[in-house]
């Protein structure tokens, strides 16, 4: 289908909303379904509210990009979530403005292609070990596996090493501080002043301090080169040793917030698009078969690394069409500055404006039967283009996700280690996502491993 012509913003229809409440308790019920209804009855420009928050959604590729493209200049980061902010502090991830851009230039090079090579041989490694301990017929929690996996990854890669005790710790309390973020995204704490103690929030407050405690244990302990300073070549030293062009590093609170920004991005997110590849190719045979076919072409049962990755075609467009149907960050807002514009047309200032992978993935003009798991509408000889930025899972312009390439080349060769090796058969049933932060099953994924 050709793309509809540009509604001018102003213009923009939306549902009628409850007075001071607008569309929250809509959104807050189930904020996936809201959008595609957003987008499908109200065209690519629909307007709503957020409680007393002018809010639109941008639903068409090219004001996607022009959207995503314009964020740091005529549009800005806004801050959705407390818990975001005591989990990342003044990260890139929330900077804005001068700020943003020297961190940017500081953390960027960490997380470049050349550093992922030297990450790969870990990522298989863990993969390789996980795979050692499954046997045929057991039964696992596939989220749990994965995040497992990933987690492992992250803190072998970030910090340099198996923290032990110390390591499970960490990950206990970026649980409670990620399960917290998910209910406050779903609730009215979503409006509540910062100064308003609540039990959630207490008891984000405390995992946080379990988290400072042990990162600045670490970060202290590269700066004074004693035992666990590592060897320079895991992500916290790189980021200690970072300087702008004025040569001035990161202090250690800043290098605190980005360890834990890439920590927590860099877990949670790959967990996730594995587990629901996972399940996406159990409920898929002939997907599967078209997987371990290429896998015993390519790799002839050897592991794999890092130069198979471009290699391994119907492996990456598998966790594409995963990430197309089960994007793990779902929408992204920005809120508009004067003098924005979409579509040729203005957008008042202070206007919230909503982009979504999840209704735009799924949008049946970019994407014939949206629903349907196809890897092979990737294929280059596919009979029907996608538009640029019909497929947006890292965002897009300035503000694309730095570790968006270790996430892919981790995703693949991950999936490519494990599935060398068994199929996973997920249980009956189709689980429903639940979006917090991160697009997660809202129910475990239990499956029966069968050996290949």
């Known amino acids: 289908m050709a793309p509809a ?36 009855e109200y065209g690519d420009f629909a307007r709503w509210s957020l409680g007393p928050y002018r809010s639109l959604l941008v639903s068409r590729p090219e004001d996607i990009a022009e959207f995503l493209g314009a964020v740091e200049d005529t549009f800005e980061v806004i801050d959705i979530s407390w818990t975001l902010k005591q989990l990342v502090g003044d990260s890139v991830l929330r900077s804005r403005g001068a700020e943003w851009r020297r961190k940017r230039s500081l953390v960027q090079p960490v997380v470049r292609p050349r550093q992922v090579r030297a990450y790969a041989a870990t990522m298989v490694e863990c993969a390789s070990a996980q795979a050692d301990g ?61 100064w308003v103690p609540t039990v959630r929030r207490r008891r984000v407050r405390a995992a946080v301090a379990v988290i400072d405690a042990e990162v600045h244990r670490l970060i202290d302990s590269r700066l004074n080169g004693g035992a666990g300073s590592g060897h320079g070549d895991d992500l ?5 040793a970072s300087r702008d062009t004025e040569g001035r590093p990161l202090s250690p609170k800043e290098v605190r917030d980005e360890a834990v920004t890439l920590w927590a991005a860099g877990h ?15 409920r898929s045979p002939e997907a599967f078969a078209r997987l371990t076919e290429e896998l015993d072409l390519v790799l002839d049962g050897r592991p794999p690394a890092y130069e198979d990755y471009e290699r391994l075609v119907r492996t990456r467009h598998t966790l594409k069409e995963a990430m197309r149907l089960y994007p793990p960050v779902w ?47 990737w294929d280059d000889d596919a009979p029907h283009a996608v538009p640029e930025h019909a497929w947006f899972p890292f965002g897009g312009g300035q503000r694309a996700c730095l570790g968006a390439r270790f996430a892919l080349v981790e995703a693949a060769l991950l999936l490519a280690t494990l599935a060398q090796r068994f199929r996973l058969a997920v249980d009956p049933g189709e689980p429903v996502p639940r ?14 491993l069968r050996a290949r």
């Not at 040729?344 to 798991?373: I, K, Y």
């Open 5 to 40: 012509a540009p509604t001018p913003v102003l213009d923009a229809s939306g549902p009628p909303g409850l007075p001071l409440f607008g569309h929250l308790f809509a959104f807050g019920r189930d904020p996936l379904a809201f959008f595609v209804r957003l987008r499908d």
């Open 134 to 194: 499954w046997h045929d017929g057991q039964r696992i929690d596939v989220q749990a596996e994965m995040a497992d996996l990933t987690q492992r990854i992250v803190v072998r890669t970030l910090f340099g090493g198996d923290l032990g005790d110390d390591g499970r710790a960490l990950g206990a309390a970026m649980a409670v501080a990620q399960r917290e973020m998910r209910a406050e995204l779903r609730g009215v704490g979503l409006f509540l002043p910062g």
């Open 236 to 240: 916290l030293s790189r980021l200690l």
């Open 268 to 282: 949670e997110t790959t967990s996730t698009a594995l587990t629901w590849s996972w399940y996406l190719l159990s």
């Open 331 to 377: 929408t992204v807002p920005a809120r508009a500055r004067a003098g924005a514009t979409l579509g040729g047309a203005p957008v008042p200032a202070g206007t919230t404006v909503w982009c979504s992978p999840w209704s735009a993935h799924r949008d049946p003009r970019w994407f014939p039967d949206p629903t349907a798991f196809r890897p092979e509408r």
């Open 435 to 448: 979006p917090g932060i991160i697009l997660q099953p809202t129910e475990p994924l239990h499956a029966t």
